[in-house]
């Protein structure tokens, strides 16, 4: 086919329809720009307009750039400031306390040193004890179960309260956890209840202060509460002795939260072996207690109180005081069986007295060991009537005064020196005073003022026959002790020292120096006369064949609470002294409120029994003049 120069169809129709669209475009740009032109001159004022506004907002924008970086200035300063404070101003407290959150101070459980008697027999030594919890949610076996198999083993443990398996069945009910069971289980308990292998029974260890003669010396002894802290008797009054001490051991906590000993030197925990001996004998205090709870049951007597003491050096061998309590349920017991009311009550002696005053008579010389009374057996001081128990008996030496106990010979006999010189051989004696004993709570001797002694004539006359003042046991103990040393007031203890496992003495308790109130050969005559009346006076039933003792009775008229005395009220007493070719014992009985009875009939045979028991223990050998 031939060619040509012009275009065909299609092509035409191409260029055609090309053209026609590039017209299009150059009209559509043309519109385009013409809009444009009339948008910009519409606009145009507008555009000028928003030149302004953006240069504000640049402003603004740089004045918050400013006002951030006054903040963080001033946050510089603050926290620059703050870190001062703790750094330099409060450094100090802050690494206190710092420390004080870090460590944790300990003091460990240190037993107190175990009391023994002079023999050696343990009265108090801590021990390891356990309580019982349980928590019956988390039990492996039924509840029945483990409360057939733990009442098996609790009843064997001397408990306070008997568990049955009952019980400890309704117990286990109570609550899911937390049930406190038994507490003061021994070891031995503790162990048969780890070996039941029962989930959910816990037991707590602690310590327990043990009394192993339990009522036997508790007066003398005292106890400790929870806390280990002495309430009563040596366990409050020697508390510095009997707690052994340590340094504080402190622990770090570290960063788990674990506590680990800070500085833990070798052998921190070494005990000594040191113990507290007492000057008790608890055969003689056996002996003792036996014979006062018999003789208070015969006479329906409210209470008594036996003292044995050395007159040598004023230690006590044997202080009883009955109704008492065991040590180790002291939280069963009335708080008024604590106290030792040897030591801690006053009451009138009464004729017990009677030596005593006799040896004032005779050290100022207001009379002679053979000088003679008249015993009308009545009289009258003012408006008040004295009287003998007995009766007159007439002409009367003062051997047979002290011997036959009249009231109206002592009040002549004590007639015959002016009442101050009596007054102050009262007052010479420590009749306003305690005795200066190591046992607690001891209460003082209770004398009239000077001036109404003076001024009331009666006042000297009662105190003659031993009425009108009042004493403790011990003060009255402590008096008849110089009778029998020699005339020397000596100090009651009950205190040895401490000794080590060995023997050997570590401190030994110091005591002051004898007072001498009477001459020696004034307490010999005295003691002969107290020897008349055991062999033939009121005394007769503390006679022993064989040996020689000296003695008096007594039996005092109460004060009544409203006043004046008690018509049926009395409280009986006899004191004893032994040997009497080389004196050295003293030995005191006094019940009180017995219901019928004098002190020769209730109180002279307990002191008999006591002195028996007093011979075979210090093997004392019969005296050279025999009694018939």
Known sequence: ???????????????????????????????????????????????QLSTPSKENHAK??????????????????????????????????LQERAQRQQTVESNPFIPRRPIVDRNGNVLAIDKIAYNLYAHPKIFNRSKQEVADQLSTILEG????????????????????????????ISQETANKITDLFVDGLELIQHSQRLYPQKELVAEVVGYVDRESKGQAGIEYSKQNLLERSIETITFRRLIKGVLVPDKLTRGFLQLDDLSL???????????????????????????????????????????????SYDPNKYYNYDVKLFK???????????????????ALALEVGAIEEDSIFYDT?????????????????????????????????????????????????????????????????????????RNQFLMVPVEAATTAFGQGFSLTPLK??????????????????????????????????????????????????VLAMMEKVVESGT??????RGYRIAGKTGTAQKASDTGGYSENARITSFVGILPLESPRYVVLAVIDEPVKGSGGRVAAPVVKSVIKSLINIEQIPPSSVRLK
Not at 159 to 183: H, M, P, V, W, Y
Not at 406 to 423: E, H, L, T
Not at 539 to 544: D, Q, S, V
């Open 1 to 47: 086919m031939a060619t040509s120069d012009y275009p065909s169809n299609s092509q035409l129709h191409r260029r055609y329809f090309k053209g026609k669209q590039t017209r299009k475009s150059s009209s559509r740009l043309k519109n385009q720009r013409h809009q444009d032109e009339t948008d910009f001159v519409k606009n145009n004022g507008q555009k």
């Open 60 to 93: 603004c924008r740089t004045s918050r750039l400013y006002q951030i970086w006054i903040l963080m200035m001033f946050g510089l300063v603050g926290l620059i400031t703050n870190l001062f404070r703790l750094q330099v101003l409060e450094a100090k407290t």
């Open 157 to 184: 443990a001397n408990l306070e309260k008997t568990l049955t398996s009952n019980d400890l069945f309704q117990i286990f009910n109570q609550r899911e956890t937390g049930i406190k069971i038994a507490e003061l």
């Open 277 to 323: 001996h007492l000057t008790i004998d608890s055969r003689l205090q056996r002996v003792g207690r036996e014979i006062l709870k018999k003789q208070l049951e015969e006479y329906e007597a409210k209470r008594g109180t036996i003292i044995v003491m050395d007159a040598a050096d004023g230690s006590i061998l044997s202080l009883v005081s009955e109704p």
């Open 340 to 358: 030792n009311w040897g030591v801690t009550d006053v009451y009138e002696p009464g004729s017990t007295f009677k030596p005593i005053n006799i």
């Open 377 to 449: 057996g009545r009289m009258r001081i003012n408006s008040w009537s004295i009287f003998n128990f007995g009766g007159g008996g007439g002409a009367r030496t003062v051997t047979e005064i002290v011997q036959h106990s009249s009231n109206i010979g002592m009040v002549k006999i004590m007639q015959q020196m002016p009442r101050a010189v009596f007054y102050d051989g009262l007052k010479g004696l420590g009749l306003q005073d305690t005795t200066g004993a190591d046992l607690p709570f001891e209460a003082a001797s209770v004398l009239k003022e």
């Open 476 to 525: 009255l103990v402590q008096l008849n002790a110089a009778l029998a040393n020699g005339g020397k007031l000596v100090t009651p203890h009950v205190v040895r020292g401490l000794f080590d496992s060995k023997g050997k003495p570590y401190w030994q308790l110091s005591l002051p120096e004898p007072k001498q109130v009477f001459s020696a050969d004034t307490t010999t005559k």
């Open 539 to 544: 005394g007769k039933r503390a006679r022993l």
